[in-house]
């Protein structure tokens, strides 16, 4: 049978001996082939208004606000612009005021060699950096840098970051995964919680420098572990702290956090950005402060941006540990490295750091003494509650009442400010996982001078009156 | 995301439209029946069939099976759930790209009944895959999941 006699077999002769069934299926196939040709097409969705009514349809739109209106009480409202250079003086709205209200523990920003040498660094390097540290970002300062850390620490490697905050919110989740188990106090700062949320792991809150509360939360954790022995054995447990808490002004209790953490097997993760460079005999922070070997800390994450007087932060530890981060810190993997300016000030704010150990003993000093003023004075006392402990540079008064709080704050700091004295008062976000009561956040620094102190202390009197 | 170019978000819409398609489409089926025909041990009913069940094999595959878009490889936004014959012209019904991709496996079972002379066996065979890329097709059963089957 050749192909051609297909070709031309005449339709008669198909449908001769075929049950009737396949001819009206056929049938029924050819109509459907017809209705498909001849359907229109649907409509495209588009309607077609009328010139009159497109008018009346764009009369009648009212746009809603892109942003709600702010409350009055809003902070943004209540403007207060620094002009020049902020140091143990500040100019706020034109006045010139004593300076309580930036972080710059040691007085370092006053410090001309600081200035000079990283205008020198813009000469040689130029402003910026050019990239991440893995992709072409770094420059042999970055190295030095850390190489100095590592040895002003005693441990073995340091990593440096361009931005304190995203520091201690990379450090955190690079270590802490889904299904680790981490244990926090509940006061600590914003950057914290936020690694907290990122290392997605289950958190566990213990109460403010609660040692009893975290060893019961402890022990709860040993008796689920002790059910499931195979899911444990892949649990990490972390334990986050700060060295002084940002929120409250108090130390941490390291000796009691060191112990519970080798009894329970925790890794301790420490921030101590407030505590760098204030506290202990050369300013290693709370570790020398209670005399305890930094190896027994797993890693101590810290700013750069209080007491070092430059921007960035470091995490400091064994290598083993911190290398890890070179690959895994987001922070440090995915953002622009630190500017070679910054990086050559901070060199030079180390340098000061190690040669003059007496800057930290002023600092303390002052610290102590303007707690001690700040207790006996009876008409502060009456309206305020000092938090924080004596050595600490950071103070924060909680007004008594717990009547209209905030604003009574805001009025409270435009007095100080009309007498030449700049504070302020902490401001916190609806999303943090605590929100301690409104207060007063008085930051010392080291060149305040006696004089000074007992000037802040009048001025906080004739305020609260 | 330049796709397509021209504003052409998704190009799954639009390239069954372009200039041309329906001849290429033709020729593409005509050379593969005559692969198949010159197969020697095949029939000519057999090659009939075979390149009929191909043909509504890729149908029921590309246009019916697979979802998403091939062009945007990540953010497939709305065509994520969609199959590609629901994506063509925007779910638009009774274009000139799905009448004529209605219409072919239509023809296609009306040759191979002719040259099979309407053979009991090949019928059914190519009735049942006929069966499978027409109702798909069907405005009705646009976004229909039948039984759930290939909800994600």
């Not at chain 1, 300013?283 to 070997?293: A, D, L, Q, S």
């Not at chain 1, 987001?330 to 300016?341: D, E, H, I, V």
Request: net charge neutral; with cysteine.
């Amino acid at each position: 049978m050749t192909a051609m006699s297909f070709v031309f077999i005449p339709f008669t002769f198909i449908f001769n001996d075929v049950a009737s069934i396949y001819v009206y299926l056929q049938i029924m196939l050819a109509l459907l082939i017809l209705w498909i040709i001849f359907k229109k097409k649907d409509p495209n969705g588009k309607c077609k208004l009328t010139q009159e009514e497109e008018a009346e349809l764009i009369s009648k739109w009212q746009p809603f606000p892109l942003v709600k209106p702010a409350p009055k009480s809003h902070r943004g409202y209540d403007k207060r612009v620094t002009e020049g250079k902020i140091g143990k003086y500040i100019n706020v709205n034109g006045i010139n005021c004593l300076n309580l209200s930036s972080h710059d523990f040691l007085g370092l920003n006053e410090e001309k060699i600081i200035e000079s040498s990283a205008i020198e660094s813009i000469r040689k390097y130029g402003i910026g950096s050019c990239g991440p540290r893995g992709f072409f970002g770094t420059v042999d300062v970055h190295l030095e840098l850390e190489e100095r850390l590592a040895k002003f620490m005693d441990l073995e490697e340091a990593v440096v970051y361009a931005y304190g905050f995203s520091t201690i919110s990379s450090a955190i989740p690079a270590y802490a995964k889904r299904g680790d188990v981490i244990f926090v106090d509940e006061e600590v700062n914003f950057a914290i919680q936020k690694g907290l949320d990122a290392s997605r792991s289950e958190i566990k809150y213990f109460k403010h420098n609660d040692m009893k509360d975290l060893e019961e939360l402890l022990l709860k954790q040993a008796q689920l572990d002790s059910k499931n022995t195979k899911k444990a054995a892949r649990t990490r447990r972390f334990l986050v702290i700060e060295g002084i808490y940002m929120k409250t002004g108090r130390l941490c209790n390291l000796p009691e956090l060191v112990s519970l953490s080798k009894k329970y097997k925790l890794r301790i993760f420490v921030d101590e950005s407030i505590s760098f460079g204030t506290l202990g005999k050369n300013g290693k922070g709370v570790t020398e402060h209670f005399n305890i070997p930094v190896t027994d800390v797993d890693l101590i994450m810290t700013s750069l941006e209080m007491a070092a007087a430059s921007v960035g932060g470091f995490c400091v530890g064994s290598s083993f540990i911190v290398e890890h981060q070179r690959l895994s810190g987001l922070g440090y993997c995915f953002s622009a490295s630190l500017p070679p300016l910054l990086t050559t000030a901070a060199i030079k704010a180390l340098d000061i750091l190690e040669n003059r150990h007496e800057l930290i003993d002023e600092l303390q000093n002052v610290c102590c003494t303007f707690h001690q003023y700040l207790l006996k004075s009876d008409i502060i006392m009456n309206c305020f509650t000092l938090i924080g402990d004596d050595i600490s540079p950071i103070k924060h008064l909680r007004l008594r009442n717990n009547g209209n709080n905030v604003q009574d704050l805001g009025s409270i700091i435009s007095k100080c400010e009309h007498m030449n004295l700049a504070i302020t008062d902490t401001a916190y976000l609806d999303i943090e996982k605590k929100t301690p009561i409104p207060s007063i956040k008085l930051a010392i620094n080291r060149l305040l001078t006696n004089d000074d102190l007992i000037r802040v202390i009048n001025i906080l009197e004739k305020a609260v009156c | 995301m330049l796709v397509g170019g021209h504003g052409d978000s998704n190009p799954n819409t639009s390239w069954l439209k372009s200039r041309g398609m329906w001849f290429s489409y033709t020729i593409g089926m005509l050379v593969l029946h005559l692969i198949i025909l010159s197969v020697p041990l095949l029939t000519v009913p057999l090659a009939w069939t075979i390149t009929n069940l191909i043909h509504n094999l890729i149908h029921f595959v590309f246009l019916h099976i697979i979802k998403g878009a091939p062009w945007i490889p990540q953010d497939q936004g709305e065509s994520r759930r969609l199959t590609h014959w629901e994506q063509i012209d925007n779910g638009r019904q009774f274009t000139k790209t799905r009448k004529f991709l209605m219409a072919t496996p239509i023809i296609m079972f009306f040759l191979t009944c002719f040259y099979t002379k309407n053979d009991p066996n090949h019928f059914a065979v190519n009735f049942v895959s006929l069966v499978f890329v027409t109702l798909p097709k069907l405005p009705q059963f646009h976004e229909v999941r039948l039984f759930g089957l290939n909800k994600y």
